[in-house]
């Protein structure tokens, strides 16, 4: 999603050039404009330039939900972070998330991105930091490397029509693995289609106007299953990013681990570890780490890992 952004880099000197050339057009002190801080990361990434990216803007307690969304905009990435004091006792940071379009209240990678830069920044120590987002607080754990997300309480809804969401991603019937397709989740829930085999996963393309009428929750993973090595490949629609496709999708790789309990496809007892492959189709590969708690064949927990990588860093006007 990132690709299509101009650099933070230039964005900031453009912005520094204007302000000195009104400087010495004008007699007299002039107010200059604020800025904020901000670093871009990848999230989920085996390497630099991969994963999902993400902006991370420090300091953001007294901007406005218009000031947010203007800002998400312009980096244009599939979700900013904007960090403010908590209002919640016993809570280290309060998280507020936008794609360019919309607020969440809940999101993965910009929960394990913005955790993870806090402690790399020195602003947090390691260890278990806790974070306050609109779906209430939540724990993560973080090392020298990346994070760890425990998602929230996981929910799951009743079978969805294959049959009708493939046809909405451009499958055929065929092409269904015939595992049972729900909406689950751990925070925010999310539709999951398995498929036969990651050359379908490919060829699935939204067809955007049948994927708003058939309530799929936040958006669609079309995915293939490998239980010999307890890997998923999937590909994310997101509707909140108008069902463009997400590079990794940390609440999405949560409810992976509700959906593959639910269908049989993982113990329903116990903990078991599984991984998600994800943004390869678009050159971002990803990998998201989980784990999934079961009792009595429901899922009762989950949990996502993934690295992080710095990027860039510098400052952005405020609108």
């Given at each position: 999603?990132?690709?299509?952004?101009?650099?933070?880099?230039?964005?900031?000197?453009?912005?520094?050039?204007?302000?000195?050339?009104?400087?010495?057009?004008?007699?007299?002190?002039?107010?200059?404009?604020?800025?904020?801080?901000?670093?871009?990361?990848?999230?989920?990434?085996?390497?630099?330039?991969?994963?999902?990216?993400?902006?991370?803007?420090?300091?953001?307690?007294?901007?406005?939900?218009?000031?947010?969304?203007?800002?998400?905009?312009?980096?244009?990435?599939?979700?900013?972070?904007?960090?403010?004091?908590?209002?919640?006792?016993?809570?280290?940071?309060?998280?507020?998330?936008?794609?360019?379009?919309?607020?969440?209240?809940?999101?993965?990678?910009?929960?394990?991105?913005?955790?993870?830069?806090?402690v790399r920044t020195g602003r947090l120590?390691?260890?278990?930091?806790?974070?306050?987002?609109g779906v209430g607080v939540l724990d993560?754990?973080?090392?020298?490397?990346?994070?760890?997300?425990?998602?929230?309480?996981?929910?799951?809804?009743?079978?969805?029509?294959?049959?009708?969401?493939?046809?909405?991603?451009?499958?055929?019937?065929?092409?269904?693995?015939?595992?049972?397709?729900?909406?689950?989740?751990?925070?925010?829930?999310?539709?999951?289609?398995?498929?036969?085999?990651?050359?379908?996963?490919?060829?699935?393309?939204?067809?955007?106007?049948?994927?708003?009428?058939?309530?799929?929750?936040?958006?669609?993973?079309?995915?293939?299953?490998?239980?010999?090595?307890?890997?998923?490949?999937?590909?994310?629609?997101?509707?909140?990013?108008?069902?463009?496709?997400?590079?990794?999708?940390?609440?999405?790789?949560?409810?992976?681990?509700?959906?593959?309990?639910?269908?049989?496809?993982?113990?329903?007892?116990?903990?078991?570890?599984?991984?998600?492959?994800?943004?390869?189709?678009?050159?971002?590969?990803?990998?998201?780490?989980?784990?999934?708690?079961?009792?009595?064949?429901?899922?009762?927990?989950?949990?996502?890992?993934?690295?992080?990588?710095?990027?860039?860093?510098?400052?952005?006007?405020?609108?």
């Amino acid at each position: 999603m990132g690709s299509k952004t101009v650099s933070p880099a230039s964005r900031e000197t453009y912005a520094l050039v204007a302000v000195v050339m009104v400087a010495k057009a004008t007699v007299g002190a002039v107010s200059g404009p604020e800025f904020l801080e901000y670093e871009v990361v990848d999230v989920f990434a085996p390497r630099a330039f991969a994963g999902n990216p993400l902006a991370v803007v420090f300091g953001a307690d007294h901007l406005s939900t218009e000031q947010c969304q203007a800002l998400a905009f312009e980096f244009h990435l599939s979700e900013t972070s904007f960090l403010s004091a908590p209002t919640e006792p016993g809570v280290d940071y309060r998280v507020r998330i936008f794609t360019p379009f919309a607020e969440l209240p809940f999101a993965g990678h910009p929960s394990v991105g913005a955790a993870h830069t806090l402690v790399r920044t020195g602003r947090l120590p390691a260890g278990t930091v806790r974070q306050e987002c609109g779906v209430g607080v939540l724990d993560l754990v973080v090392d020298g490397a990346g994070a760890t997300l425990t998602g929230g309480e996981p929910s799951l809804g009743h079978e969805r029509p294959a049959g009708g969401l493939a046809a909405a991603l451009s499958l055929a019937v065929d092409d269904v693995a015939g595992t049972p397709a729900h909406l689950a989740g751990c925070g925010l829930p999310f539709t999951y289609l398995a498929v036969r085999g990651p050359e379908v996963v490919d060829h699935a393309v939204p067809d955007h106007a049948a994927l708003d009428t058939l309530g799929v929750g936040e958006g669609v993973s079309v995915l293939s299953w490998d239980a010999d090595t307890a890997t998923a490949y999937a590909r994310v629609f997101a509707g909140d990013l108008r069902w463009d496709e997400d590079p990794a999708t940390g609440s999405a790789a949560l409810g992976t681990g509700v959906w593959l309990v639910a269908t049989g496809l993982l113990p329903g007892e116990g903990t078991s570890t599984y991984t998600v492959r994800q943004g390869e189709k678009l050159g971002r590969p990803s990998v998201l780490s989980c784990t999934v708690t079961a009792a009595e064949g429901r899922a009762v927990s989950a949990t996502v890992q993934g690295d992080v990588v710095p990027i860039a860093s510098g400052r952005i006007r405020l609108p």
